[in-house]
DNA sequence: AAACCGAGTTTCACTGTATGAAACTCCTTC
DNA sequence: GAAGGAGTTTCATACAGTGAAACTCGGTTT
């Protein structure tokens, strides 16, 4: 590995002080922070705003994040790819649990699937990109419905629940007490309630209020898909979705799913 | 002024290689761009990869802008401050031309004034932050409405174009011509056709293709604003609209004006 | 009004770090 | 298998980045 550049990482670091909460930070501030002598952390001030990657308000004498990060949000935002950003990680999964695994997101009463990495197994379930399913019966879809106010499901709810297979539910009742279940424990279940003889995990990513974003999942023939052996795939879901918080982050979760989601994805 | 960190200037003028056109770059695109040895840019990018302001791509090995920024732009827009990130530009201009000016976004077929300073003069225009006014007989209006399709203006006009004084427009045919003549000279002029013995010139601010953000305007007595006085006036306020472009940029104008838009903006 | 304080800014001598030429390693292509 | 091209590592050197300290400029306290 490159010996990093310190005084680039020293920078980088400052950057990184500007928070949602702490959106404006004076220099004391700033050099408390990243524990380094006002006059260099003045310097690098100085540099990243003649740069436009900070402003200072000439009243207060506080930095901010400057205008120059919108502008190359947007890039970053364009060039990301829809189909394909989150592959590494669904084939990561995949590898670690053997099995068929699909991202999707909540468009209305239905999830797509805007990812999949189908198992390298004999027996597996196959599932492609784009599909649409119904969230009512799906284990991604419950992981969205779980974590969404109890008027949105109903609303969601109120748009139809066709009958697929013997244990499709049909109760509201009885789907309800499965979603504060869900909630509670955090990952989702479907027993054959789409298709007969197909089982599926899935575990939502939510931001800081708890929203749901994307649902992880992954799915199997029944005969596999014991409830002991869902519950174990649970951790490696799990893990591969602070995985994806962590390196691209909330924010631009949002972003990527209100792109998905705006440009009537579909394959 | 302080002496700018030459490695870290380097750095960000690596950011700055990123445009619309160009989102991937390879290490020896950036290294021929900024003119640096490959040993020093490749530092460089480790240093950013690092801390997620750049990514990879596993397969063609190209740097694209990373998920860091969009986490960052959204800190930046959050904290820009609806109310006055335009003062010191409406400032300026008042200064530079001694009238009552101001700065609108369009909404539907009314300009919302975001930004207001006012004359230093005996005889000024009184004129507040969040008045909303009809977009087809005010300078600010006008100046929207001359880069819009002849659609939009159309059903904006359908909206309804109540008679406010004698050189009110009232012919859409008329409008339509004056709308033509306001695209090719870039400025839209209103004598007295909102309210009588108040003239105002505006200039607005165009994206690439043409699509207006904002509109810059100064008002006045009718008697102050005569037609060459308004023409001569022009030139102040453009390069006023070039300042806000440069420092702002686009991107984060656009992003602005609809945070302001669905902000339901009204002070 | 003098003394004090805290925040930001500038100076300057020192040294450790960023630098870039060159060498090296994989690739692909001829 | 030689040639070329892209990325990566090495290393000696110079000078760029550093940080202690001095300075400036408001505001506040004595």
Same mark, same amino acid.
């Given at each position: 590995?490159?010996?990093?550049?310190?005084?680039?990482?020293?920078?980088?670091?400052?950057?990184?002080?500007?928070?949602?909460?702490?959106?404006?930070?004076?220099?004391?501030?700033?050099?408390?922070?990243?524990?380094?002598?006002?006059?260099?952390?003045? #310097?690098?001030?100085?540099?990243?705003?003649?740069? #436009?990657?900070?402003?200072?308000?000439?009243? $207060?004498?506080?930095?901010?994040?400057?205008?120059?990060?919108?502008?190359?949000?947007?890039?970053?935002?364009?060039?990301?790819?829809?189909?394909?950003?989150?592959?590494?990680?669904?084939?990561?999964?995949?590898?670690?649990?053997?099995?068929?695994?699909?991202?999707?997101?909540?468009?209305?009463?239905?999830?797509?699937?805007?990812?999949?990495?189908?198992?390298?197994?004999?027996?597996?379930?196959?599932? =492609?990109?784009?599909?649409?399913?119904?969230?009512?019966?799906?284990?991604?879809?419950?992981?969205?419905?779980?974590?969404?106010?109890?008027?949105?499901?109903?609303?969601?709810?109120?748009?139809?629940?066709?009958?697929? $297979?013997?244990? $499709?539910?049909?109760?509201?009742?009885?789907?309800?007490?499965?979603?504060?279940? $869900?909630?509670?424990?955090?990952?989702?279940?479907?027993?054959?309630?789409?298709?007969?003889?197909?089982?599926?995990?899935?575990?939502?990513?939510?931001?800081?209020?708890?929203?749901?974003?994307?649902?992880? =999942?992954?799915?199997?023939?029944?005969?596999?898909?014991?409830?002991?052996?869902?519950?174990?795939?649970?951790?490696?879901?799990?893990?591969?979705?602070?995985?994806?918080?962590?390196?691209?982050?909330?924010?631009?979760?949002?972003?990527?799913?209100?792109?998905?989601?705006?440009?009537?994805?579909?394959?």
């Amino acid at each position: 590995m490159t010996t990093p550049i310190r005084s680039l990482d020293r920078a980088l670091d400052i950057l990184c002080c500007f928070t949602q909460e702490e959106h404006s930070l004076s220099l004391t501030q700033i050099s408390d922070l990243v524990n380094l002598p006002k006059s260099t952390t003045y #310097r690098m001030l100085s540099s990243l705003e003649g740069k #436009r990657f900070l402003n200072r308000d000439n009243l $207060t004498g506080k930095y901010h994040l400057g205008y120059q990060f919108i502008d190359m949000a947007n890039i970053a935002l364009q060039d990301i790819d829809i189909q394909n950003w989150a592959l590494p990680f669904l084939e990561k999964l995949s590898a670690d649990c053997g099995e068929t695994v699909d991202l999707a997101v909540l468009d209305q009463n239905q999830v797509i699937y805007i990812g999949v990495v189908e198992s390298k197994q004999r027996v597996k379930i196959a599932a =492609s990109v784009g599909q649409r399913l119904p969230a009512f019966c799906t284990a991604s879809g419950k992981a969205f419905l779980a974590f969404l106010s109890d008027s949105q499901v109903t609303s969601i709810l109120n748009k139809g629940m066709p009958v697929y $297979t013997p244990t $499709t539910p049909r109760l509201k009742e009885k789907l309800f007490t499965d979603l504060r279940m $869900t909630r509670e424990r955090g990952y989702a279940i479907s027993e054959q309630e789409y298709e007969t003889d197909i089982n599926a995990v899935a575990v939502p990513i939510l931001d800081r209020s708890m929203r749901p974003i994307l649902a992880m =999942s992954a799915v199997g023939p029944a005969y596999r898909f014991s409830n002991e052996r869902m519950v174990a795939l649970v951790g490696s879901i799990r893990s591969v979705n602070e995985a994806i918080v962590n390196e691209i982050g909330i924010p631009a979760l949002k972003a990527i799913v209100s792109k998905i989601v705006n440009s009537g994805f579909s394959i």
